[in-house]
Each structure stands twice: as structure tokens, then as C-alpha cells.
């Protein structure tokens, strides 16, 4: 049995990104958490690129990667000699085919496992967002009105009372 904790799962959401509208992950950040060297990584993508179509894995422009530069530490020579490549989450479930590896198999798991409660999350904040709105527009009227109650009640509470008795000079 695997261990299923090896990484904890906040660390894989924080090197989740959204480039061109997906959710991916970075080489260097996927081959930190496979403990392999990032240009390892790519060599065994590159010998088995027909595992990798355009929605699996992309390699960032440099705009795409000056906005995201903040996030990588420069190479030795003083910055990275190549744009990164990032991986989509199926881009990442081919990684486990190419690195023939316990660790890459274990790490892929609770990869995949975290982009799930990812999409998971989000479903159930969208399924949130919807009642609410239904809710806005069932009960509208009738929450206008009750705010329309409380605000005369306000009103009166504001008003000055007349004084009971007799007043003395």
C-alpha cells in the first residue's frame, strides 16, 4: 500500500496556476514534487511527445512566463534558458506513464486526487451561488416588504412621544 500522504495537499494546490483559462502545473514545480531534476523531467516528455497533444501540456510564452516569473528561481547562469513547460491535469496523469517510478506514481495520485477536490469545490460553491440566487428572486418581494415593516417600526421608535400627566411650571 502507498503511502497516500507523501505531499501535503496545500502544497500541490500552490503550484496550481491558471494559464490560458486551465488549472495546470508547472515542470520545475511538478519535477520538485517528483524529486527529479526539472530538465529530466522534460527529456522524458520530450522522447514521448506524442503522450503530450496541445490540452495535455503547452510550453508558456514569454509573457506568459514574465508574468508568472516571481514563482521561479533563476538558473545559474543568471535566469531560465528555456520557457517552462506546463502540464493540464490529464497532461499530469500522463506524467505517471513517463516516469516509471514509485515516488512519480504515488505523487500522481494525490495530484489527480487534489485537482478533483479542486473541481469538486468549485462545483459546490457555483451549486451555492445558484440557491442563493433563487432565493434572491422567490422571496424578494416578500424580504422588501418585511424590511419596509421593520423601517416603519424604526420610524416610530424615532418619533417623540407625547408626555402623559400634567406639567408643572
Known amino acids: 500500500m502507498a503511502n497516500s500522504t507523501i505531499i501535503p495537499s496545500e502544497k500541490i494546490v500552490n503550484k496550481i496556476y491558471i494559464i490560458r483559462g486551465r488549472k495546470v502545473m508547472i515542470d520545475k514545480d511538478l519535477a520538485e514534487l517528483y524529486k527529479v531534476p526539472t530538465k529530466s523531467l522534460n527529456l522524458a516528455v520530450k522522447r514521448n511527445l506524442k503522450r503530450f497533444p496541445e490540452d495535455f501540456m503547452f510550453q508558456l510564452t514569454k509573457e506568459e512566463f514574465r508574468d508568472l516569473r516571481f514563482h521561479f528561481e533563476t538558473s545559474n ?47 459546490t460553491n457555483q451549486s451555492l451561488y445558484r440557491k442563493i440566487k433563487d432565493m434572491e428572486q422567490k422571496y424578494d418581494g416578500q424580504i422588501k416588504e418585511i424590511f419596509s415593516k421593520l423601517n416603519l417600526l424604526q420610524a416610530e421608535k424615532l418619533k417623540p412621544k407625547k408626555e402623559i400627566g400634567f406639567k408643572t411650571k
Open 77 to 123: 547562469r543568471g535566469g531560465t534558458r528555456y520557457m517552462p513547460f506546463v502540464f493540464s491535469e490529464q497532461g499530469v496523469a500522463m506524467l505517471a506513464s513517463v516516469l516509471n517510478s514509485d515516488r512519480a506514481i504515488n505523487v500522481n495520485i494525490q495530484i489527480i486526487r487534489t485537482f478533483v477536490k479542486i473541481r469538486e469545490l468549485l462545483e
